[in-house]
C-alpha cells in the first residue's frame, strides 16, 4: 500500500502544518514502483505528448513518468533558474506569495500536456501552472499527483482532470 511509504512529520516546515515526506516512498524500490507505475496507470498516454513537472518534487515524479510512457518533459521553475527566455506567474500563498517560471519555446503550439507535482493542497501552485502552460501557447489536459489533501478543495479550483493515487 502506497500511504505505507509516506511518512508524516508534523509542525514542518512551520507549526500547524503535517508535512506528507515522499523520501521513505522514493528509498524503496516497491514504494518508488507503486508511485511511478501507478501515476503511469492513472493516466491515459494518448491524451497527451508531453509531461510539465513543478520544482522540486514534480520532477522526481513527472520526469520518471514521462520516461515510462515515452514522453517529453519540460520543468517549470522558481525564479531565476531558467536561462531562456520565460514566461512568470505569480500566486498567493497563505502568507506572501511565490512565482514560478518556464521557457517560452519549452512547448509548440497547441501541444497538450500533462502537467505533474507531488502534492495537491490549495491547489495554488497547479493553478499557476495550468496558466503557465496556457500563457506560452500550450494545452494542460490533465493533473496528476502522488497525493491529494481532499480536504483543502484544492480541485475545485482547477479547471482539468485531477488524478491522484492517494487521498486525505
Ligand atoms: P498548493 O499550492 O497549496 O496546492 O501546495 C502544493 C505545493 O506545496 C506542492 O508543490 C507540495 O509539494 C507542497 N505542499 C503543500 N502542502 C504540503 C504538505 N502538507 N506536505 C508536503 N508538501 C506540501
Redo the contacts with the bound molecule.
Keep these: 500500500m502506497i500511504q505505507s511509504y509516506i511518512r508524516d ?1 508534523p509542525d ?1 516546515p512551520k507549526p500547524g ?6 523520501t521513505p516512498l522514493l528509498q524503496d524500490p516497491k514504494g518508488l514502483e507503486l508511485a511511478i507505475g501507478g501515476l503511469a496507470k492513472l493516466v491515459d498516454p494518448a491524451s497527451f505528448e508531453i509531461v510539465v513537472g ?1 520544482e ?3 520532477f522526481l515524479f513527472g520526469m520518471a513518468v514521462a520516461h515510462a510512457l515515452k514522453k517529453g518533459f519540460v520543468p517549470i521553475r522558481k525564479p531565476g533558474k531558467l536561462p531562456w527566455k520565460t514566461a512568470s506567474e505569480s ?1 498567493q ?2 502568507y506572501g506569495s511565490d512565482k514560478i517560471e518556464i521557457h517560452v519555446d519549452a512547448l509548440k503550439p497547441g501541444q497538450r500536456a500533462l502537467l505533474v ?12 501552472a495550468i496558466k503557465l502552460v496556457r500563457r506560452i501557447g500550450g494545452t494542460p489536459v490533465a493533473s496528476a499527483f502522488v ?1 491529494e ?1 481532499g480536504f ?1 478543495g ?1 480541485k475545485q479550483r482547477l479547471d482539468i482532470p485531477v488524478h491522484s493515487l492517494v487521498r486525505y
Design positions: 512529520v514542518f502544518i503535517l508535512f506528507k515526506d515522499i513543478i522540486s518534487r514534480g500566486y500563498l497563505e507535482d507531488d502534492l495537491l493542497a490549495t491547489g495554488g501552485t497547479m493553478e499557476a497525493i489533501l483543502l484544492g
